[in-house]
């Protein structure tokens, strides 16, 4: 999985740092080697470390205020970016007139642009213009590929012979993708091969090797590209273990997703990712976040497999709350929960390798 990254770069995430509309930056501050992160742009944070805001873990990856300094930081360490990457995730995937206006800048400091978001960068005429005159490269992550490129669900993942677990959630932005990378290496540091199956922009520019943007594809296609991707990395990888990422949730009533990933990637064991202390669909006052119970309850009637494990995301949750939480969850729905962002993965994988074939 890993490879020479893309270049260096500076993560855009003006205003939305440490907000759910920024959780394509918050991967990457994180985990990725697609990129080497030199720093990211809020202005609200400027001159702390991001790992320090997001995490109380600092990372040596500074906030700087804006695009110009960063760039001229860059520089001075020795370090040149060659990329700005919009770390930004908002509803709708648009981006906003001053971030426009910020991509612009960008380009006349000579940066190449990766954007995944659904406004293709490619195809506004003045930022393409731009680009085209300082030889630039724009690239839209969400871009689909055309019709004729695109697989039909054809069955040949029932040949796949690897443990096939999906990391599912009971809401969207709820922490899907981490817990998953955090599954795969904890199976890596165990010996086990293992490979993560991506299904959004952000695990992309992580640098997962297989994966789709399920949200930029025809509806048709869905199915058939998510088996396509699974069957791919198990033929070319012979891995013990597949994980795959789950997209939005069952319920949620902007960002349904999942049941796609149970009927075409068609898992043996689901892991759900629950935000105990959320009550509220994400972004959506007044639609109530159905019982976990509940949400375990529609997944294994869907897909005939075991819900295994719980792994909470614990946002607005104080430290000393975390293991009573995981306990009552343990405790009331009779399955074990981990924090696996706060205390690594290793516990949860010693339940997981239970359902490796002898």
């Given at each position: 999985m890993m490879h020479p990254p893309d270049g260096q770069a500076i993560i855009y995430c003006q205003g939305a740092f440490n907000t759910p509309n920024w959780k394509t930056a918050h991967g990457l501050v994180r985990f990725t080697t697609r990129y080497r992160v030199l720093s990211?742009?809020?202005?609200?944070?400027?001159?702390?470390?991001?790992?320090?805001?997001?995490?109380?873990?600092?990372?040596?990856?500074?906030?700087?205020?804006?695009?110009?300094?960063?760039?001229?930081?860059?520089?001075?360490?020795?370090?040149p970016p060659s990329h700005l990457v919009i770390g930004l995730a908002p509803d709708g995937g648009r981006l906003s007139a001053s971030a426009r206006q910020d991509v612009a800048k960008a380009i006349h400091l000579d940066l190449n642009i990766d954007c995944g978001l659904h406004d293709f960068l490619s195809e506004d005429p003045?930022?393409?213009?731009?680009?085209?005159?300082?030889?630039?490269?724009l690239r839209d992550v969400r871009?689909?590929?055309?019709?004729?490129?695109?697989?039909?669900?054809?069955?040949?993942?029932?040949?796949?012979?690897?443990?096939?677990?999906?990391?599912?959630?009971?809401?969207?932005?709820?922490?899907?993708?981490?817990?998953?990378?955090?599954?795969?290496?904890?199976?890596?540091?165990?010996?086990?091969?293992?490979?993560?199956?991506?299904?959004?922009?952000?695990?992309?520019?992580?640098?997962?090797?297989?994966g789709i943007i399920m949200d930029s594809l025809i509806n048709d296609f869905v199915s058939g590209e998510i088996e396509h991707a699974v069957w791919t990395a198990w033929y070319e990888e012979h891995p013990d273990i597949i994980v795959i990422e789950g997209q939005g949730s069952l319920m949620n009533p902007a960002y349904p997703g999942g049941f796609e990933i149970l009927a075409a990637g068609r898992p043996d064991i689901i892991v759900l990712q629950h935000a105990p202390a959320r009550k509220e669909y994400d972004g959506f006052p007044g639609y109530p976040i159905h019982p976990l119970a509940r949400q375990?309850?529609?997944?294994?009637?869907?897909?005939?497999k075991p819900v295994v494990a719980i792994t909470i995301n614990h946002e607005d949750l104080a430290d000393d709350q975390i293991p009573l939480v995981c306990d009552a969850i343990h405790k009331i729905i009779g399955l074990p929960a981990f924090d696996v962002l706060r205390d690594g993965a290793a516990d949860l994988v010693k339940n997981l390798v239970t359902h490796l074939v002898k």
């Amino acid at each position: 999985m890993m490879h020479p990254p893309d270049g260096q770069a500076i993560i855009y995430c003006q205003g939305a740092f440490n907000t759910p509309n920024w959780k394509t930056a918050h991967g990457l501050v994180r985990f990725t080697t697609r990129y080497r992160v030199l720093s990211v742009i809020d202005s609200r944070y400027s001159g702390q470390d991001a790992g320090s805001v997001l995490d109380g873990k600092p990372n040596n990856i500074p906030i700087d205020a804006t695009i110009e300094e960063a760039v001229q930081i860059a520089h001075e360490n020795g370090t040149p970016p060659s990329h700005l990457v919009i770390g930004l995730a908002p509803d709708g995937g648009r981006l906003s007139a001053s971030a426009r206006q910020d991509v612009a800048k960008a380009i006349h400091l000579d940066l190449n642009i990766d954007c995944g978001l659904h406004d293709f960068l490619s195809e506004d005429p003045e930022l393409a213009k731009l680009a085209k005159q300082k030889g630039i490269r724009l690239r839209d992550v969400r871009k689909p590929l055309p019709p004729n490129q695109l697989h039909f669900f054809s069955g040949k993942i029932e040949a796949v012979t690897a443990l096939k677990i999906a990391v599912l959630g009971t809401d969207s932005a709820v922490g899907k993708r981490t817990s998953a990378w955090k599954i795969v290496q904890a199976f890596h540091e165990k010996g086990y091969r293992a490979e993560l199956v991506g299904t959004g922009q952000t695990a992309w520019m992580q640098g997962v090797k297989y994966g789709i943007i399920m949200d930029s594809l025809i509806n048709d296609f869905v199915s058939g590209e998510i088996e396509h991707a699974v069957w791919t990395a198990w033929y070319e990888e012979h891995p013990d273990i597949i994980v795959i990422e789950g997209q939005g949730s069952l319920m949620n009533p902007a960002y349904p997703g999942g049941f796609e990933i149970l009927a075409a990637g068609r898992p043996d064991i689901i892991v759900l990712q629950h935000a105990p202390a959320r009550k509220e669909y994400d972004g959506f006052p007044g639609y109530p976040i159905h019982p976990l119970a509940r949400q375990i309850q529609v997944i294994e009637m869907l897909s005939s497999k075991p819900v295994v494990a719980i792994t909470i995301n614990h946002e607005d949750l104080a430290d000393d709350q975390i293991p009573l939480v995981c306990d009552a969850i343990h405790k009331i729905i009779g399955l074990p929960a981990f924090d696996v962002l706060r205390d690594g993965a290793a516990d949860l994988v010693k339940n997981l390798v239970t359902h490796l074939v002898k």
